[in-house]
């Protein structure tokens, strides 16, 4: 199932983003690329112990390129690929716990674009994503200093698969971006269905080639 969902990621992401490939069948005018990072903040809920057992953001990175189809001056679609860190965090009496996950996320994305001079502009795109879990580990950390690490797939915790929705504002000066969004994960990736989803807020920046 893993390389199977690799895979396909990656066909289509290459049909997607080739240029003669989409000019076939997409009525473009142009394909533009982009490489942007930065920071994010996540969290994983359980829906059905959330009251219970409040968790915390977690920090981690958002790396990634993406390929943006222009269909016209102000409307545009993009396909991209990144690497994203999430998890979340919990405070005990006696010990804390911390979820770390490590992630490909494919968001497909439509786009506008709306330009205040010649070198600034405005964009905003929003869409589904599609995300791939490569990994995700459990510490729970005893204030004596022991520590345990589990593995959530091993154990039947998680499922590799999980999608949702996303947002984001771009201001845009000539080929440089900065670019504030959030994404929300709307499956259930917990094998014993408890209704856990994911969210993140990232802030990058990036340069449109």
Known sequence: MKKFTLT???????????????????????????????INLTNIKNVKR????PTSNKTGLRLGGVAELDFHKYIFATAGLFYNMGGASQKHDTFTKSIRTQALTLPLNAGG???????????????????????????KTKIKGAEKTTDLFEDGTFKHFNMGWGLSVAGEYKNYIFRVGS???????????????????????????
């Open 50 to 53: 959330g009251d219970v057992e």
């Open 8 to 38: 396909a990621f990656a066909i289509l992401l290459l049909g997607f983003t080739n240029k003669t490939v989409a000019q076939n069948f997409l009525p473009i005018k142009d394909i533009h690329y982009r490489v942007e990072g930065g």
């Open 183 to 209: 994404e929300w994960g709307l499956k259930d990736f917990s094998v014993d269905d408890d209704e856990t989803t994911s969210s993140e807020v990232f802030i990058s920046i990036g340069y449109r080639f």
């Open 113 to 139: 674009r709306i330009a205040l001079t010649s070198d600034i502009s405005l964009s905003l795109e929003t869409g589904p994503f599609f995300q791939y879990l490569l990994s995700a580990k459990r510490t």
